[in-house]
């Protein structure tokens, strides 16, 4: 079992006969101090795509899943191509499937997929990861009242709001759960 506060992008979860993976889980305090998880999940059989609010100490059935470490190849028509480092066998993972985790996997990256009854169904990514800044504007000198922050494109495209102080070609750390920036990396 598991419970709804929980679910991350990229989980799977069963309901009835079906699984799931989440394509996004935001958390919100409601009135009254009851905190809900705000939901988008995928059907993996239909590829219906629906929305549900969940109370965060709702159960869930959780689903066990085999993980094989993959290397990210490549990245055609909508479609992540995957290679086992083992058998090198090849894989293809539709980018809906890997939700927000696309904003996080570079060519070369060795990530973990998950395997369901012999079917990849999502990838698991490590809790931060580093990327390069291939675009960002140069910070205003003197504009340092409170926290000031500038949007910034990393590698995979992804846009991140960073302090003024990073510039192109700085590595950044990203939370993975969050897509914030974490810290510069030197």
């Keep these: 079992m598991k419970f709804a506060e929980d679910l991350r992008a990229g989980n799977i979860i069963k309901m009835g006969k079906d699984?799931?993976?989440?394509?996004?889980?935001?958390?919100?305090?409601?009135a009254r101090s009851n905190a809900v998880i705000k939901t988008k999940y995928k059907n993996m059989s239909t590829g219906a795509v629906s929305e549900a609010v969940l109370k965060t100490d709702e159960?869930?059935?959780?689903?066990?899943?085999?993980?094989?470490?993959?290397?990210?190849?490549?990245?055609?028509?909508?479609?992540?191509?995957?290679?086992?480092?083992?058998?090198?066998?090849?894989?293809?993972?539709?980018?809906?499937?890997?939700?927000?985790?696309?904003?996080?996997?570079?060519?070369?990256?060795?990530?973990?997929?998950l395997i369901y009854e012999g079917r990849p169904v999502s990838v698991e990514l490590p809790k931060a990861v580093v990327l390069k800044i291939t675009y960002t504007e140069t910070g205003v000198r003197g504009d340092t009242s409170g926290k000031v922050l500038k949007p910034a494109t990393v590698e995979t495209g992804y846009t991140v709001q960073v302090p003024i102080f990073c510039n192109i070609d700085d590595s950044i750390r990203i939370d993975t759960t969050t897509g914030q920036y974490v810290e510069r990396v030197k």
């Design 59 to 113: 159960k869930l059935d959780d689903v066990r899943l085999d993980k094989r470490v993959m290397q990210f190849l490549y990245e055609s028509d909508g479609m992540y191509a995957f290679m086992d480092q083992e058998s090198f066998d090849q894989i293809e993972i539709p980018k809906e499937d890997l939700g927000d985790n696309v904003n996080f996997i570079k060519e070369q990256d060795n990530v973990d997929i």
């Design 19 to 30: 699984l799931f993976v989440i394509i996004k889980a935001e958390y919100f305090r409601a």
